[in-house]
């Protein structure tokens, strides 16, 4: 075999590796979004929806975490309950509960969610202080009625818990 043919043969295996690439890494178009998702995307951009649906969610997640955590309390008097009675003390610790988690958990999911989107636009920038913002306005609301001293816990407890789940889940970079 010649100098001159093995030189063909490379350049010949070099063309067809680079064809392969090639066919390997075809750029795929960019595909714009339909006017149903960027209507969407819209109504999700929205405070007031984006509140309200956070909201909702956690009122679900406090019924069903009271729900869960009154069916755990047993009563004082259990021995001397009758079957029925323990039934009915139970569905009312279980409502009472259930209720009063649902409450709460609303309140803190619409704040929470409200303040996070009011501040991002605001400052026109998604990253890990508006999450401590937001949490330091759902803490200074939810423990208001405890006075200023329980407020201010209250922002700086549930800002940090806000940003340690932030960088936790690692949202921002």
Given at each position: ?173
């Amino acid at each position: 075999m010649t100098e001159d043919s093995s030189n063909t043969s490379a350049a010949a295996a070099a063309a067809s590796a680079n064809a392969n690439e090639t066919e390997k890494t075809a750029i795929e178009p960019i595909k714009l979004p339909t006017i149903e998702e960027v209507r969407g995307q819209d109504i999700w951009n929205n405070c007031a929806v984006r509140s309200v649906a956070s909201g909702v969610m956690g009122g679900g997640l406090g019924l069903a975490m009271g729900l869960f955590l009154g069916a755990l309390e047993n009563p004082i008097h259990q021995d001397t309950m009758t079957g029925r009675q323990l039934f009915v003390y139970t569905a009312k610790t279980m409502g009472g509960k259930s209720w009063a988690s649902c409450k709460a958990f609303a309140v803190m999911g619409l704040v929470f969610s409200a303040a996070e989107c009011v501040v991002e636009k605001a400052r026109a920038k998604h990253d890990i202080t508006n999450t401590a913002i937001a949490g330091c306005v759902t803490g200074g609301t939810m423990s208001a009625k405890t006075g200023p001293k329980g407020a201010c816990f209250g922002c700086a407890g549930f800002a940090a818990f806000s940003v340690a789940i932030e960088k936790f889940l690692e949202r921002h970079e």
